[in-house]
């Protein structure tokens, strides 16, 4: 078989850039049950017709179908499936199946993959790994977990700035501020605005302008003032007064407004500087209601967002009950890939050994592996060498592999530890040594850069 | 929308359920990485025509396609995409792909979701997790690294003792030993052969026997001395006499005998009474060329094997070299559904949560965060009541999310918290305040069962 290539899209790490994803992953997973969200995993398959609730979403998912099914008529399309998404429409779907074995608000973290046939490009996947918190309440939600999940999200991201990932800033708007303000400027179609809006970073504002005038039926005085709105954003609530001056009224503008100040003020007083109102943000998805958040990455903003959510209001119900929630996704993937890629932080090796028992012979290996194994019960990662080459071979191979220490079994019965990085060679008991802190696993580490 | 309801194959857990999962995970991660496995995930789709080149399998692969090709034409059948059904195919892949990035022997753990269209039964699932470790060299890999991967295994499955999980054993065969007996027996369809004894415990020595005579050829007394070694099993090497009193004689024989002997030996010095030589194990595969592993759980026998694998010596391979392997697989799923299912293990509590910090007001909000914030800075899994209700609710609230402490701030500005299993309250610091430590993370524990 020839070499096989990478598929576009699809990414693999080697085992350096994993250890780094995996300390990533654990960090997350530590400020979410910190916090007191409970760990929920969910299959990576929907039923069609579930995953296409959404909408805009339709032409980006992955059906699947069972090879020995190939050639048959499609049967119920109630019955096929596809890989989800994203992690929000499986995890409503989940809260209705399990409502009567939940109890609301209900807090959940969810760490996965999702998949999305988009055309890959930088930071943008085919395959990529979400880490999601939600808060769902059964019938309604209260208002400060839309100040708390941001918070939270800050604080998991925060906490990776010591290995060298840059600080995060989130930028808010709320739903209602911008339905309200449409509205209030006597504009119909508010879905159109907000898709056209959204799109202000990638076009620019003429051609939003134009769009709005074209697609969204805005005036020329219309779409000036939607984006003087987009145009506004502060760390502080002084977005309310520069909004009221553009002479727009509506009740749910003003609703909105009271929202959007309380969520930068509250959040300013745990997180300061790390979160601003930023009214051009619109979040594509149709189902929030509330609180829009994306987030950047400081130096990185090329980016895109790491981590978006809302508030929403509908995405499920059964029926009888609704369950609002309020959630945020951090898209590990785009941002794993972006700390690797341009070497902000590296493991310190790319193996957790960190010790090799050297081989005189073959014939010692039972004895090798006795003392790996003592050492292994004590919590140092050891291997046993696997071949009783000549002793400068071993060290390469421990050398090669990232491996800081070969440990030399005497033939006197005692034992001497090598530092293969200094040369150091000590006496050592196996029932007693112990590496440095530093090395005893990989640690994950900003690099510091060099001029380019 | 109705109520969802689960589909058949693709098992999903309550949160309760899920921290049971996530301390297996963490357990074999940790085993792993003691014995110096690096980590390493591939992405969940490989081409088609790389995972039809294992046999066997191809009517339980599920393709992808996009929602938007529909009706398209199929593409280039070496560009189409399905979903992994194992981890090997997958590993042997990447090591391929990255072979000039790796140092061999190449140590790889590897814990992910792969998918199987197969019909589902009590352990058997469309959606499952598997836990890998893999040795592979390039050109020779040293025979020892088969003895050295089951006690990997069984030390993994041995640390989850401690919570409740049942003892294991590993069954063991080597390859060798089956195809040089049944080519000493004259037998030509070594692979036929291979395969009927597979279904040994499943169809039982009669139907077997017919099946060596009309499907292999086999004459009457061929498939007796088929049934005859398949049924000889033992702790120690003694299997190797019993072998022998069959007279059956081949080179291959010999080599096989010696390696299965070695195996069983140097695992009883290291994990006595864990391992067994048992040469009705065939493993399905037919990449598999040394000794090959099955592990029941004890007392659960009818889930069928937990922990399977084998060595392999041409699974990857580029046309200059070759990557010799051995490997073994954890099927997370099938113990973890066994494990909950039967309430052999539970979590503590379903939620991280240790403390809920109560609220007197609404307004008291703020100033509930701060405390809420300073003891998860102490490592304690802290919420805020979501609502100022009467305290009687509050600690409803807490009872029923199971969150063991609820925490009052007084009036005066000092600090109570209560137990609220045993309602004990008392005055706490909140700068110094801890829980016992059996409080302070949700524990997996062996549930103690009460007779049936």
Redesign the interface.
């Known amino acids: 078989?020839?070499?096989?290539?990478?598929?576009s899209g699809?990414?693999?790490?080697?085992?350096a850039d994993?250890?780094v994803?995996?300390h990533v992953l654990d960090t997350l997973r530590r400020t979410f049950?910190?916090?007191?969200?409970?760990?929920?995993?969910?299959?990576?398959?929907e039923?069609?017709e579930?995953l296409l609730?959404k909408g805009e979403i339709?032409?980006?998912?992955?059906?699947?179908?069972?090879?020995?099914?190939?050639g048959e008529e499609e049967g119920d399309p109630a019955r096929r499936?596809?890989?989800h998404f994203d992690l929000t429409v499986p995890f409503a779907?989940?809260v209705?199946?399990?409502?009567g074995?939940?109890?609301f608000?209900f807090?959940?973290y969810q760490i996965q993959?999702v998949?999305r046939?988009e055309r890959p490009q930088d930071g943008r996947f085919r395959?990529f790994v979400q880490a999601d918190v939600d808060v769902v309440?059964a019938g309604e939600l209260?208002f400060?977990?839309e100040v708390?999940l941001p918070i939270v999200m800050i604080e998991a991201l925060t906490a990776l700035a010591e290995v060298g990932t840059p600080p995060v800033r989130v930028h808010v708007n709320n739903r209602k501020v911008a339905e309200g303000f449409y509205a209030g400027l006597g504009l119909a179609d508010v879905a159109a605005v907000l898709r056209t809006v959204d799109k202000l970073d990638k076009v620019g504002p003429d051609v939003v302008a134009e769009l709005l005038r074209d697609e969204a039926g805005a005036s020329r005085a219309q779409a000036e003032a939607c984006l003087a709105m987009a145009r506004i954003s502060a760390p502080d609530a002084s977005f309310v007064d520069r909004v009221r001056a553009l002479g727009v009224e509506h009740p749910l503008l003003d609703a909105g407004l009271v929202e959007l100040a309380r969520v930068v003020e509250?959040t300013a007083?745990?997180v300061p500087g790390a979160l601003v109102a930023d009214l051009k943000i619109a979040r594509g998805l149709d189902y929030y209601t509330g609180t829009v958040y994306e987030t950047v990455l400081l130096g990185h903003e090329d980016l895109g967002s790491i981590c978006s959510g809302g508030r929403y209001d509908a995405l499920a119900?059964?029926?009888k009950d609704t369950y609002p929630g309020v959630g945020l996704s951090i898209g590990v993937t785009r941002l794993v890939s972006r700390l690797v890629g341009r070497r902000l932080v590296a493991a310190s090796r790319?193996?957790?050994?960190c010790v090799l028992v050297a081989l005189t012979a073959e014939e010692d290996?039972?004895a090798a592996?006795?003392l790996a194994?003592g050492l292994?019960r004590r919590?140092?990662?050891?291997?046993?060498s696997?071949?009783a080459a000549k002793f400068g071979r071993q060290i390469r191979?421990a050398d090669?592999?990232g491996?800081p220490y070969v440990w030399f079994p005497q033939a006197d019965g005692t034992h001497q530890v090598k530092d293969i990085r200094s040369g150091d060679q000590k006496d050592a008991d196996p029932a007693a040594w112990l590496p440095p802190a530093e090395d005893l696993?990989p640690r994950v580490v900003p690099v510091v850069s060099s001029p380019a």
């Open positions: 078989m020839a070499r096989p290539r990478p598929l699809f990414p693999e790490l080697l085992p994993r250890i994803e995996l049950e910190l916090w007191g969200f409970a760990p929920v995993e969910t299959r990576a398959v039923p069609l579930q609730r339709d032409k980006e998912v992955y059906l699947l179908r069972r090879l020995q099914a190939e499936l596809g890989l779907r989940y209705l199946e399990n409502a074995k939940l109890q608000p807090r959940r993959k998949w046939g395959e309440g209260p400060h977990h708390e509250a007083e745990h119900s059964d029926g790319p193996v957790p050994t290996r039972a592996d006795c194994t292994r919590g140092i990662a050891t291997e046993v696997p071949s191979y090669r592999r491996i696993r």
